[in-house]
């Protein structure tokens, strides 16, 4: 986010010493509604990739093992409220870049329904809907709370999106709810050994607190829903970012990752889009039959536990090999393709002390209903509570 008179570098060199002159809409809104900006946060370079590090910053480590990535592309923002150093953060989220450094370091991370909070009225607004901010919090009353302040119509921007007043309702709680178990999408997301059998703990938890879940299998195929992906991903990549690549100078100084992304786009054609934008289609239709029986549908938050903080990426989970830098977070495309809201709810941690956490999707529309199941959840687990040894210190929430 643009922050007037803040440096904003988004990660790259080509922009170190940027400091924007006006504010971007989220920042805008939080200092509308009497926000103290105490501080950026660590991305990514351009934000692409589930690892905070760039040239200009160096790398976020995880306040629960400082060995460990705390995520990305908001793990600066995760690991700053794991730290107890924010109340509340705000990121955005593409390819799981809330819920992902959420699940990482042990704190709540919801990517609203797609629209909620809308775009700044700049480049394309038409097709780039695969992105969106969010709030980030220790609590989910705090995530309500920032989500009402981040949301509401930007009449210069196409599809607005209503969110209903969410907080009277918070506290209904789950029983009876139908919850749908996805769990690694019938074998096709390989997951670290602990991952799913700690989400299964985390749902017979749920279960006592009243809601029925359900193993279901996979409601569309994930080869489809990856072509889908990565196809409209690296269109918007190339449409966006294509100078970076085309100037020689700005090349040099451009992370392979991103120069990777947009001469995939700038490889595609007209009818390779459209294929793309056509299963994307089938999906949402899919999705929508699905919850006419779920409440919520649920999956890992993450494929792998928080990884060494000197890699660029997971290369390998569980003996199969990774081949692009952001497969290994495969298991957010789901949500991420359709633009449904999708909370990352804190579940533990594994043998070695790592946190982990699962996403709670529901579907389009119903961020209160999200919201609601993560407010019964933290009541009865209030997993962030358990501060971090680099926080043992500070006063917690």
């Known amino acids: 986010m643009a922050t007037k008179g803040l440096r904003t570098t988004w990660g790259s060199p080509l922009w170190a010493d940027h400091v924007p002159k006006a504010d971007d809409l989220v920042a805008a809104r939080l200092r509308s509604a009497g926000a103290v900006i105490a501080a950026k946060t660590n991305v990514p370079e351009w934000g692409q990739g589930s690892h905070s590090f760039n040239p200009?910053?160096?790398?976020?480590?995880?306040?629960?093992?400082?060995?460990?990535?705390?995520?990305?592309?908001?793990?600066?923002?995760?690991?700053?409220?794991?730290?107890?150093?924010?109340?509340?953060?705000?990121?955005?989220?593409?390819m799981g870049s809330l819920r992902n450094p959420a699940a990482f370091c042990n704190v709540y991370g919801f990517r609203p329904t797609w629209g909620v909070v809308p775009q700044d009225a700049e480049g394309d607004t038409y097709l780039s809907t695969l992105s969106t901010e969010g709030p980030m919090a220790r609590t989910v009353e705090d995530i309500a709370r920032l989500l009402i302040v981040l949301a509401g119509e930007n009449p210069e921007v196409p599809f607005p999106r209503a969110l209903p007043d969410m907080l009277p309702g918070l506290d209904r709680g789950v029983k009876g709810l139908r919850i749908g178990w996805l769990a690694d999408w019938g074998g096709a997301y390989p997951m670290e050994p602990g991952v799913l059998s700690l989400c299964e703990d985390a749902l017979r938890q749920l279960e006592e607190l009243g809601a029925v879940v359900e193993p279901i299998p996979p409601p569309f195929p994930a080869e489809k829903l990856?072509?889908?992906?990565?196809?409209?991903?690296?269109?918007?990549?190339?449409?966006?970012?294509?100078?970076?690549?085309?100037?020689?100078?700005?090349?040099?100084?451009?992370?392979?990752?991103t120069l990777w992304e947009i001469e995939q786009g700038l490889g595609l054609t007209a009818q390779a889009v459209h294929e793309a934008s056509v299963i994307r289609s089938r999906w949402h239709a899919h999705a929508a039959q699905a919850f006419q029986r779920f409440n919520a549908m649920v999956l890992p938050s993450a494929q792998v536990w928080p990884f060494p903080a000197e890699w660029r990426w997971p290369e390998e989970?569980?003996?199969?090999?990774?081949?692009?830098?952001?497969?290994?977070?495969?298991?957010?495309?789901?949500?991420?393709?359709?633009?449904?809201?999708?909370?990352?709810?804190?579940?533990?941690?594994?043998?070695?002390?790592?946190?982990?956490?699962?996403?709670i999707i529901g579907r389009s529309g119903d961020d209160a209903g999200v919201l609601a199941i993560g407010q019964a959840w933290h009541r009865a687990t209030e997993w962030p509570q358990r501060r971090p040894p680099l926080a043992a210190n500070a006063v917690s929430r």
């Open 56 to 94: 200009i910053f160096g790398v976020t480590r995880n306040p629960y093992d400082v060995t460990r990535s705390a995520g990305g592309s908001s793990g600066g923002a995760a690991a700053a409220l794991a730290a107890r150093l924010a109340w509340v953060a705000d990121g955005s989220d593409m």
């Open 226 to 257: 990856w072509s889908s992906w990565v196809t409209l991903r690296a269109m918007l990549n190339a449409g966006g970012k294509r100078a970076l690549a085309d100037d020689p100078a700005s090349r040099a100084m451009t992370k392979p990752e």
């Open 317 to 359: 989970i569980a003996g199969h090999r990774m081949d692009t830098y952001h497969r290994w977070m495969e298991v957010v495309i789901p949500a991420s393709l359709i633009g449904l809201p999708a909370l990352s709810v804190p579940i533990g941690f594994g043998p070695a002390g790592l946190p982990m956490g699962m996403q």
